[in-house]
């Protein structure tokens, strides 16, 4: 119990110290630029300043900033890439800045060091609190990487879904007379959805002058799915090459449709085999229970009876 309790005070002082670690460390002029242009930012907005907002909120956010310089002290030299890659797999949401989720990162270690140490110590003593600090600790520090991925997992999920609908509108449009870059900017004024955002992203590229062939490339490198690699490299061969683009367009929207029937029909063979478990688990232990419950107990009274 001894040992328990000096174990609980060390990891306290140790997240005090790193925390009183973190209040000191100066700022590199970057850091400072960076802190003044968002100073200008909230005050061109007519946002309230720090200065001026409650304690509680101005609380708020210095543990934000102090937990940020946490998680980024100990992320790895290519952590901070793979994070803004996975953001981007995601789709940038604009809740989650890269900012944020390091920020995340250091709270939700420190948040897991005390978890891991209290039901550690709880149910195995001192080795437990041990075991509690080391896994509470890493779990807690990849917990946001891991809702990153999976918010990355389904917007791809998302643009492979909408991807075939997108590109019948494309046909229409470009079949109609518009020029590629006219039907793109058609679609995204009357479509929605994650790949209609990426349209638009596109879009406002070209209107920053990179050429159409770089703007495409980088959609194809912020998403996984393969249908929409397919689609700018045809598109960019299409462009590169002086082929009409109707043609291309009407060929890959055809293709996108036979691979989302195929998609869909491998998903219906896969449910026999996905309910069996809970068939077999779940539900005939119950209907065995309603069917043969009267019969035992029938059973039961009646040799109880001899």
């Known amino acids: 119990m001894a040992f328990v309790l000096i174990l609980s005070l060390a990891a306290i002082l140790a997240a005090v110290m790193t925390m009183a670690w973190s209040l000191t460390v100066t700022l590199r002029p970057g850091e400072k630029l960076l802190r003044s242009l968002e100073a200008f930012e909230m005050v061109r907005r007519g946002a309230v ?17 102090r937990c940020g310089v946490v998680g980024k ?12 890659k996975q953001l981007s797999f995601a789709g940038n949401p604009p809740e989650w800045p890269i900012e944020r989720i390091v920020a995340a990162k250091g709270g939700a270690m420190i948040g897991g060091l005390f978890v891991g140490l209290y039901f550690g110590s709880a149910f195995g003593g001192g080795s437990g609190a041990v075991l509690g600090l080391i896994l509470g ?47 793109l900017a ?45 689609f700018v490299r045809a598109v960019v061969q299409a462009s590169d090459r002086g082929i009409p683009i109707a043609g291309v367009l009407r060929e890959q929207a055809h293709e ?38 009267p019969a035992a107990v029938n059973i039961a009274k009646t040799f109880s009876a001899f």
């Open 186 to 230: 058609q679609v995204a004024q009357n479509g929605r959805g994650p790949f209609i955002r990426e349209i638009v992203r596109v879009l406002q590229e070209l209107q920053l002058g990179r050429s159409r062939s770089e703007a495409l490339r980088a959609l194809a490198a912020r998403t996984t799915v393969t249908e929409i690699h397919t």
């Open 73 to 84: 002290a100990l992320m790895l030299p290519n952590s901070e890439a793979r994070l803004t």
């Open 256 to 293: 996108m449709r036979l691979q989302r029937r195929q998609r869909a029909e491998e998903a219906a063979q896969k449910v026999p085999v996905k309910i069996l478990m809970p068939i077999v688990f779940c539900i005939f232990p119950a209907l065995f229970m309603i069917i043969m419950g």
């Open 137 to 183: 600790g890493v779990g807690g520090f990849l917990l946001p990487n891991l809702l990153v991925y999976n918010a990355g997992q389904k917007h791809q999920q998302n643009l492979q879904r909408t991807l075939t609908d997108v590109l019948d509108t494309l046909v229409i449009s470009v079949e109609a007379g518009l020029g590629f870059d006219a039907a």
């Open 49 to 65: 300043p720090v200065g001026q907002r409650s304690l509680v909120e101005r609380a708020r956010i210095v543990a934000r900033r």
